[in-house]
């Protein structure tokens, strides 16, 4: 994917600078187009928007540190049934997701190449959260999966609603509320998990 961006990247440059007459400088400094802060803007013929991008960008991220907190919890020993049948779903789940929204990202030749260092908002977990999960064993480990993937479901769920209040491209938008959906009656299975706990 990376050489795709490279390529689309290349060729941007090299119509910026036909359309300039090569003239002045090939720095780039000033290029339009070499602007970060709209890297993230659809071209004006896909049917997204940038607050589809921003939630199908910040999403999959999201996802695949759920599954991450699913993985680790799966290669414990000692935990509760119900939470390791939970983590399975989790994956199950996003995996698929994961896969649309990146294909959805191509389609709409979005860079999200500035987006790699998403911060902690959104529920997402730090390392030292992440470390503590890695660390825990049995019961522990059980609690404090379902702990933070309650968090985590919960920035979510807010990232999802920002799509159905915002977002323009009808699939991204029906993604967002199924995630709303199945994230919300999570929440409440796990909620409901931890009490037994």
């Given at each position: 994917?990376?050489?795709r961006?490279?390529?689309?990247?290349?060729?941007?440059?090299?119509?910026?600078?036909?359309?300039?007459?090569?003239?002045?400088?090939?720095?780039?400094?000033?290029?339009?187009?070499?602007?970060?802060?709209?890297?993230?803007?659809?071209?004006?013929?896909?049917?997204?928007?940038?607050?589809?991008?921003?939630?199908?960008?910040?999403?999959?991220?999201?996802?695949?540190?759920?599954?991450?907190?699913?993985?680790?919890?799966?290669?414990?020993?000692?935990?509760?049934?119900?939470?390791?049948?939970?983590?399975?779903?989790?994956?199950?789940?996003?995996?698929?997701?994961?896969?649309k929204?990146?294909?959805?990202?191509?389609?709409?030749?979005?860079?999200?190449?500035?987006?790699?260092?998403?911060?902690?908002?959104?529920?997402?977990?730090s390392?030292?959260?992440?470390?503590?999960?890695?660390?825990a064993?049995?019961?522990d480990?059980?609690?404090?999966f379902l702990?933070?993937?309650?968090?985590?479901?919960?920035?979510?769920?807010?990232?999802?609603?920002?799509?159905?209040?915002n977002?323009?491209?009808?699939?991204?938008?029906?993604?967002?509320?199924?995630?709303?959906?199945?994230?919300?009656?999570?929440?409440?299975?796990?909620?409901d998990?931890?009490?037994?706990?």
């Amino acid at each position: 994917m990376k050489t795709r961006f490279a390529a689309t990247a290349a060729l941007t440059l090299a119509a910026v600078l036909g359309l300039a007459g090569c003239a002045g400088t090939t720095s780039g400094g000033d290029m339009p187009g070499m602007n970060h802060e709209s890297s993230t803007s659809a071209p004006a013929s896909a049917d997204a928007n940038d607050a589809d991008i921003m939630f199908a960008s910040m999403m999959k991220e999201h996802h695949a540190q759920a599954i991450d907190m699913s993985d680790i919890l799966l290669s414990k020993e000692g935990v509760d049934e119900r939470v390791v049948a939970l983590a399975e779903e989790i994956k199950a789940a996003q995996e698929p997701e994961i896969q649309k929204m990146d294909q959805w990202l191509e389609e709409w030749g979005a860079d999200t190449s500035d987006m790699e260092g998403m911060d902690h908002g959104g529920g997402m977990m730090s390392e030292d959260d992440m470390q503590a999960l890695e660390d825990a064993t049995g019961a522990d480990a059980s609690r404090l999966f379902l702990e933070q993937m309650i968090q985590h479901h919960e920035g979510a769920v807010e990232m999802a609603q920002e799509e159905v209040d915002n977002g323009q491209n009808s699939d991204a938008v029906a993604l967002a509320e199924t995630i709303i959906e199945a994230q919300t009656t999570e929440i409440a299975t796990m909620k409901d998990l931890l009490a037994t706990l």
